[in-house]
């Protein structure tokens, strides 16, 4: 089955429920540069990314090329999102997909998707229509086709009139529609990245507004009409990192509790989890008696979550683990253990693996036997400490990190107009420099 999905204008949450869906269980997602690159995170980890994002100048796909991509995975039966920004079919190239997928007999379902023709508008605190001031509006492509657009027709029309893609001809535009009749003192507005917490309204007249906006960032909306002397400017930014851009690499958790921080202060996170977590080492795990170990050492919040998983596939019941002790390196690790009703008996006051090996030390005996839940090619301070106090352990490595490429391409769109860029791990840093190499502007965390 494929979907061809509407992500929504900009804002990770103004997603459908149905969107959202899709996109969890999605084997295949095919991105636009519009969507919001968090909503990668919440693809399943095997779910094949691949970009296909149309910026003016530049094709990444032609569209002819795209429709063969949802044709061949749609045809081998997979999972397929088509995942565009807005809504599939407003200014979206959907109908064009729809019908490849109709002529090569591949079923499909249309998910709709907020549109910015009036959500950018709307979060601008301007309504597209107003009782006394718009009955009507109308949405207009801003990139004119064969002279379809009969500017004298619409210059007529008292709705509001609403132009997409349109901020590169706004000159044209605006001269336009005064010889078609509309007056030089209609009021007019550009809404930049709509939705976002770096949107920006300016606001002018046909007359001044191509020269107040002549700065303004792409993607934007063209708003023309008397709606624009309604706006009530109900979003406030504020905070101390209003105006600020961050990449959060982290994992999907880590990234969860990121943004709620930075949105809390007026920033705008975007998460783009660049490392994914394989597990490893299952056979073994199967063949480890956790009822002869005391103690259980959890490193990383991805630990967690591969135990959990071991525990599930070998069908191993929670109250095999009573009488054990639990450790975690930091909060993180902690929360998502008390998420599934496991409360850590030892977690340092810093979060790092030396301090956790210092508390080890003060708080077990010679008599325990612990076991440590890993990642891969992290072994060290915890098994220094348990060696010198002469502590019987087990280390295991149960899951390693590697680069998830298919997000190179958000990662570089979103990278360039970041101010910061935070790592959680030492992979995910290793992840950034495999695909982004040295930066100039972006300051790293």
């Not at 007999?105 to 601008?124: K, L, R």
């Not at 790592?423 to 495999?434: I, V």
Request: charge should be neutral; hydrophobic fraction near 40%; glycine fraction near 8%.
């Amino acid at each position: 089955m494929v979907y061809l999905v509407g992500a929504g204008p900009g804002d990770r949450e103004l997603i459908t429920v149905k969107a959202l869906n899709c996109i969890k269980n999605a084997e295949v997602i095919v991105f636009d540069h519009l969507i919001n690159a968090s909503l990668l995170n919440d693809a399943p980890p095997d779910c094949r990314l691949i970009y296909a994002g149309k910026i003016s100048g530049s094709h990444h796909l032609a569209q002819e090329e795209i429709n063969a991509v949802i044709v061949k995975y749609g045809a081998e039966g997979r999972n397929v999102v088509r995942l565009k920004g807005g809504d599939p079919f407003v200014f979206g190239r959907g109908c064009e997909e729809a019908r490849a997928l109709l002529e090569n007999g591949i079923y499909f379902e249309i998910v709709p998707g907020v549109s910015s023709c009036y959500s950018a508008a709307e979060y601008a605190g301007i309504p597209v229509t107003h009782r006394g001031a718009a009955s009507s509006f109308h949405v207009i492509t801003g990139h004119e086709t064969h002279g379809r657009i009969d500017y004298g027709l619409i210059a007529k029309e008292e709705g509001t009139l609403v132009f997409m893609m349109g901020l590169q001809a706004l000159d044209s535009i605006c001269e336009r529609l005064i010889s078609g009749g509309k007056p030089p003192e209609t009021p007019a507005a550009v809404i930049s990245k709509g939705t976002l917490k770096s949107q920006r309204c300016i606001t002018g007249t046909l007359k001044t507004i191509a020269d107040k906006a002549k700065n303004a960032d792409m993607p934007a909306a063209i708003i023309v009409g008397d709606v624009v002397n309604e706006r009530t400017e109900w979003v406030k930014e504020r905070g101390v990192l209003r105006d600020t851009k961050i990449i959060s690499t982290a994992t999907k958790p880590v990234s969860k509790n990121l943004r709620r921080e930075v949105e809390k202060y007026g920033g705008e996170l975007t998460e783009i989890s660049i490392i994914k977590t394989v597990p490893i080492n299952f056979e073994e795990f199967k063949n480890v008696d956790l009822s002869a170990y005391s103690c259980a050492v959890f490193s990383s919040a991805n630990g967690v979550d591969v135990f959990l998983k071991y525990l599930r596939d070998t069908k191993t019941d929670m109250r095999s683990l009573h009488k054990m002790k639990l450790a975690a390196v930091g909060e993180s690790t902690a929360e998502r253990l008390e998420k599934c009703g496991l409360y850590p008996d030892f977690v340092p006051e810093k979060y790092s693996g030396g301090a956790l090996a210092q508390l080890l030390e003060k708080r077990l005996d010679k008599d325990d036997r612990v076991l440590i839940l890993r990642a891969e090619k992290t072994a060290g301070e915890v098994e220094g400490s348990l060696d010198r106090r002469g502590i019987s352990y087990k280390s295991l490595p149960i899951y390693r990190t590697e680069t998830c490429f298919e997000k190179s391409e958000a990662l570089r769109l979103y990278v360039s107009d970041a101010d910061y860029v935070i790592f959680s791990s030492g992979s995910a840093a290793a992840a950034f420099s495999e695909i982004i190499g040295d930066t100039k502007t972006t300051k790293l965390i």
